[in-house]
């Protein structure tokens, strides 16, 4: 099954930017829906952006204008953009991946990351 690993998260101040990154390894003959997640301490576990094989991208209202989620197929790796970085983007990132056709993030994702911290200061 695929091993994901994500990278790219750090402290930043309100308004700055950061960029995660998330390799995809092992194999699969089925197309992938591949998505961000966050949490943060004491809260669940929400979706951030979500993009599928067929072009489909949805965002979380929160992020919506701030946040932008690609592919690279060649290199394996989901990018997520985030600009205008406010203190309640503050969670631990978790990338997932799934077999299913539809960008979304209801139901169990088959794959996830170990997470990059994201912190966001005032």
């Known amino acids: 099954q695929d091993n994901l690993r994500e990278s790219g998260g750090g402290s930043v101040q309100a308004g700055g930017s950061l960029r995660l990154s998330c390799r995809g390894s092992?194999?699969?003959?089925?197309?992938?829906?591949r998505a961000w997640f966050r949490q943060a301490p004491g809260k669940g576990r929400e979706g951030v952006a979500a993009?599928?094989?067929?072009?489909?991208?949805i965002y979380a209202d929160s992020v919506k204008g701030r946040f932008t989620i690609s592919h690279d197929s060649a290199k394996r790796t989901l990018y997520l953009q985030m600009n205008n970085l406010k203190p309640e983007a503050t969670a631990m990132y978790y990338c997932?991946?799934?077999?299913?056709?539809?960008?979304?993030?209801?139901?169990?994702?088959?794959?996830w990351g170990q997470g990059t911290q994201v912190t966001v200061s005032q």
């Open positions: 997932a991946a799934d077999e299913r056709a539809m960008a979304g993030f209801g139901g169990a994702f088959n794959y």
């Open positions: 092992g194999y699969s003959f089925r197309h992938y829906v």
């Open positions: 993009i599928d094989n067929n072009g489909g991208i």
